[in-house]
C-alpha cells in the first residue's frame, strides 16, 4: 500500500467496520520508500476471505493484495520474551531456548530476555514449554509472510 | 511563468477548471479565505443553505440529477459534523461529490482547537476516499484526484480537508490535465469471455427476469438496457434505486421488487430460472431473506463495476465486472449476431404467469375514500405533471407511494436516499434538482415529519427563488414507523404521533412562500394544477391524508420474497 499517514487506519477501520477479523497485522516502509507492505492474518471462510480481499481492494491506498494461502509461503513471527530465570530454571530455560533457536538476549540476575523467530505456532509452543508462571512479558509482531520460490508480489 | 496564487484561489481555480457552475455551502472560520476568493469571482456560483446537512444534500440532488459531480463547502468542526449524514446519504448510494472542508491551521491540529474535529477520521468510513491537504503544493493534485476519484468507477463522494493555513500559503498553480494512481484503475471493459458465457445462457432461458439498479442509472445506460429488455422481450423490474432506468409505462415492466415490489416483481424474481442483475447488489430490501431466496434454483448473471457488490450476500454464477454502458453494449452486440432466439413458447408461458400475477393488482387502494389517500396524491401528480417532473421524496411511507404510484419513465428524475434512508433528504435534493435543471419540475414528496427535519431550507428556496412543489403527504404520524408498529409491535404506536405540528400553509407563507390545505378527495387534483401553475413560486402543499393507510405490498424483515403481505 501506499506509504502514507491514514492508510493503516483505513485497514483497520475497514476490519472493524464490516466485522472481520484481524488475527494480526505487521506493517513498515519497504525498499521503496514510497511503498510499505502489510501483513494480515484473518481467519474466515472462503466467502469472507473474498470479501475482505475485494473491500481491500477498494481502499485506494492499496496497491496490491494477494492471499499467501494461494501458493507456496514462508511466514515468521518476532517474539520478545522476559522470563523469570532463578535457580534452576535458569539453566532448564537457556537449553530450551536453544532448542527453540532463540537467543537470550538481555540477562539479570533474576530474569531472561529471549528473543524467538519463528512461526506463530512455533511461538506458542516456547510458551507452552516454559513455565506459565515464568513467563513475565511477551511482546510479538504478528506474522510477515512471503512467496515461496520466485513467486514474488510485484507493483 | 505562472504567478503564485493562495491555497485558497488554488481551490476555486480547481473548481473552474473542473467546469463546477454551483456549489452548495455554510461559511465559517476556517473557510473564510474560500470564501473570500469565491466573493472575487463569478463563475462559480455559490448557494448559501441554511445547516450543513443541506448543503450536501443539495449538492447531492444536483450530481444525481445531471451526471456532474456535486459539490459542498463547509467549515471545520460542526461544519464537517453536521455535513457526515450527507455524505454518508451519497455514500450508500454511490454519488459522484466532492466535500470540501476547512479545517483548523496545521499547527494547531490535534491541540483541541477551537472548531478542530477529526475530520478525515470521522468521514473515513462513510467516503470513498478522503484527504488531508497538508502543503499547498499539493493542493491542485488532490483536488484533481477527488474529482477523478470521485466521478470513475463506483462512484461516491471524496472529501479534501484543507487547513486554514494551508489556504494562505502561496504556490504556483498548475491544474494537472491528467492524473494516474498505480492504486486507482477502476475496470471499465467487462471480460469478453465472461460475457459471451452471458449471452449463451440468457439464450436458453425460458423464465428470464431483468432486475436492475441504480448502476443503470449512474452508468448511464437506460438506453441498453431498455434495447436489451426489448430485443429479448424479457420482463424487466426496477430497484428503488434503478426507478426511471427503464421506463415503467413499458409493458415489459414489472415495477420496482422488493420490500414494498409488486406482487409480479417478486413472484417473477424468487421463480425465475435465469436472473440477469444489472447493476443493482441484493442487498436486504430488496431480496428479503437470501436463504428463502434460494429455496428456488436459478441461474444469476450479475453485471457490475464493484467487485465486492458480487458474490457479497448472494452467490452468482456469471459475474461481469465492469462498467454497466459497457457491458450491455457488449451483451446487445452479441445478442444481435446470434441466430438463435430464447424459446418463445416457454417465453409466451412465462408471461402469462405473469400476467397471472398482475391480475392480483397489488397496488389497489380504496379510491373512493372521503379522506384523501395518498396514493391518490401521487398519481394526480404524475398525470397533472405528465410524468415528466424531477421528484425527490424524503424515507417513509410517502417514499414508497412515490415510487410505486410515480411511472418513471426517464432515469434521473427519481431522487431519493435509497440506502441510508435519510429523512430531511428531500427537499434540500429537489434545490439542487432545481438548480441543476433551472426549467425543469421539481416536486418533492414528503411527510409532516420528514420535512421537519430540513425545513430550515424554506428560507434558502426564497433567497434563490426556487420554485419547488413540496407535496407534504400530511397524516400526522411517522407513517412508516407507524405501520411496523401496527404490524410488528401490537399497535403500540410509541413515539410515532407527530403532535403539535405547525401551521404549514402559515409557516411556508412566513418564509414568503405559497402555502396551500388540501382536505378533501375532490380538490386535490385541482390544486396539483393550481400549484403547477404558479411557475416561479414554491408552492407547499399540505395534503391532510388518511391516517390508517399501510403501504402493501409489504415483505417483512426476514421474511422471502414470495412471503408478501398482501392488501
Keep these: 500500500m501506499e506509504n502514507e499517514a491514514g492508510a493503516l487506519s483505513r485497514v483497520a477501520g475497514l476490519f472493524s467496520a464490516r466485522g472481520y477479523n484481524i488475527e494480526s497485522l505487521s506493517v513498515a516502509p519497504t525498499e521503496d520508500p514510497t511503498l510499505s507492505r502489510m501483513t494480515l492474518v484473518t481467519i474466515g471462510s472462503d466467502e469472507i476471505v473474498e470479501q475482505v480481499t475485494k473491500q481491500l481492494n477498494k481502499l485506494i491506498e492499496v496497491v496490491k493484495i494477494i492471499d499467501l494461502n494461494d501458493g507456496n509461503h514462508i511466514e515468521r513471527e518476532l517474539m520478545l520474551v522476559k522470563v523469570r530465570a532463578v535457580g534452576a530454571d535458569r539453566e532448564e530455560i537457556k537449553r530450551l531456548t ?15 530476555t529471549i528473543e524467538l523467530t519463528g512461526t506463530s505456532s512455533k511461538l506458542d509452543a516456547f510458551l507452552e514449554a516454559v513455565e506459565r508462571s515464568a513467563v513475565l512479558e511477551t511482546v510479538r509482531t504478528g506474522a510477515s509472510g512471503i512467496g ?8 | 511563468m505562472s504567478v503564485e496564487l493562495t491555497g485558497a484561489e488554488i481551490t476555486i481555480r480547481c473548481l473552474q477548471e473542473e467546469g463546477v457552475q454551483c456549489i452548495f455551502g455554510y461559511p465559517g472560520g476556517a473557510v473564510l479565505f474560500i470564501y473570500d476568493e469565491l466573493f472575487k469571482q463569478d463563475k462559480v456560483r455559490h448557494i448559501l443553505v441554511r ?28 461544519g464537517v459534523t453536521n455535513a457526515v449524514t450527507g455524505i454518508a446519504t451519497a455514500y450508500m448510494d454511490s454519488i459522484p461529490m466532492v466535500v470540501i472542508s476547512g479545517q483548523v491551521p496545521t499547527s494547531a491540529i490535534g491541540l483541541d482547537a477551537f472548531q478542530e474535529v477529526d475530520t478525515v477520521g470521522i468521514t473515513r468510513p462513510c467516503v470513498k476516499h478522503n484527504f488531508l491537504v497538508k502543503d499547498v503544493t499539493e493542493l491542485a493534485l488532490t483536488i484533481k484526484k477527488a474529482f477523478y476519484i470521485a466521478s470513475t468507477g463506483r462512484p461516491g463522494p471524496v472529501l479534501v480537508d484543507i487547513p486554514k493555513d494551508v ?18 484503475n477502476p475496470v471499465v471493459k467487462g471480460h469478453v469471455r465472461q460475457i459471451k458465457k452471458a449471452a449463451e445462457l440468457i439464450l436458453s432461458a425460458k423464465r428470464p427476469m431483468i432486475y436492475a439498479g441504480g448502476g443503470v442509472i449512474l452508468s448511464n445506460a437506460s438506453t441498453q438496457l431498455t434495447e436489451l429488455a426489448k430485443i429479448l422481450n424479457f420482463p424487466c423490474t426496477n430497484t428503488l434505486m434503478g426507478l426511471g432506468g427503464f421506463p415503467a409505462t413499458n409493458e415489459q415492466s414489472l415495477g420496482m421488487l422488493g420490500m414494498h415490489g409488486t406482487y409480479e416483481a417478486n413472484m417473477a424474481m424468487q421463480y425465475c430460472d435465469v436472473l440477469v442483475a444489472i447493476g443493482a447488489r441484493f442487498d436486504d430490501r430488496v431480496i428479503g431473506n437470501p436463504k428463502h431466496f434460494f429455496n428456488e434454483n436459478r441461474k444469476i448473471i450479475h453485471i457490475d463495476i464493484d467487485p465486492s457488490s458480487i458474490s457479497k450476500r448472494v452467490k452468482v454464477d456469471i459475474p461481469i465486472v465492469g462498467d454497466v454502458l459497457d457491458v450491455l453494449s457488449e451483451l446487445i452486440k452479441l445478442l444481435k449476431a446470434e441466430k438463435k432466439k430464447p424459446d418463445q413458447g416457454a417465453l409466451n408461458e412465462w408471461w402469462k404467469q405473469i400476467d397471472l400475477w398482475r391480475e392480483r393488482d397489488c397496488l389497489r387502494y380504496e379510491r373512493d375514500s372521503q379522506i384523501i389517500k395518498p396514493q391518490m396524491v401521487i398519481e394526480k401528480l404524475f398525470q397533472v405533471t405528465k410524468g415528466d417532473a424531477f421528484i425527490t421524496s424524503d424515507v417513509g411511507q410517502h417514499q414508497m407511494w412515490a415510487a410505486q404510484f410515480y411511472k418513471f419513465d426517464k432515469p434521473r428524475r427519481w431522487i431519493n436516499s435509497g440506502g441510508l434512508g435519510t429523512m430531511g433528504f428531500g427537499m434540500p435534493a429537489a434545490m439542487g434538482v432545481q438548480l441543476a435543471n433551472p426549467k425543469g419540475k421539481v416536486a418533492c414528496i414528503t411527510g409532516e415529519a420528514s420535512i421537519q427535519m430540513c425545513i430550515q431550507e ?5 433567497q434563490y427563488k426556487l420554485p419547488l412543489k413540496i407535496i407534504n403527504l400530511n397524516n400526522r404520524y411517522m407513517g412508516m414507523v407507524r405501520q411496523w408498529q401496527e404490524f410488528f409491535h401490537g399497535n403500540r404506536y410509541a413515539e410515532s404521533y407527530m403532535d403539535a405540528l405547525p401551521d404549514f400553509v402559515k409557516l411556508a407563507e412566513s418564509y414568503g412562500h405559497v402555502g396551500m390545505k388540501i382536505e378533501q378527495p375532490k380538490d386535490v387534483e385541482a390544486a396539483l394544477k393550481e400549484a403547477f401553475k404558479m411557475k416561479d413560486r414554491l408552492v407547499f402543499m399540505d395534503f391532510i391524508t388518511d391516517q390508517t393507510e399501510n403501504v402493501f405490498p409489504m415483505v417483512p424483515g426476514g421474511k422471502g420474497l414470495s412471503e408478501m403481505i398482501l392488501v
Excluded at chain 1, 515461496?148 to 507493483?155: F, N, Q, S
Excluded at chain 2, 448543503?55 to 459539490?71: E, F, I, L, Q
Excluded at chain 2, 424554506?458 to 426564497?462: H, P, V
Design chain 1, 98 to 112: 536453544e532448542i527453540f533457536r532463540g537467543c537470550i538476549i538481555d540477562v539479570t540476575d533474576k530474569s531472561y
Design chain 1, 148 to 155: 515461496r520460490g520466485e513467486w514474488i508480489l510485484k507493483v
Design chain 2, 51 to 78: 445547516h450543513e446537512q443541506a448543503a450536501v444534500h443539495a449538492a447531492d440532488g444536483y450530481a444525481r440529477s445531471s451526471d456532474k459531480v456535486g459539490v459542498a463547502l463547509v467549515t471545520s468542526g460542526p
Design chain 2, 167 to 184: 489556504t494562505q500559503q502561496k504556490t504556483k498553480f498548475v491544474y494537472p490535465e491528467k492524473v494516474s494512481m498505480r492504486s486507482y
Design chain 2, 458 to 462: 424554506l428560507s434558502t428556496c426564497k
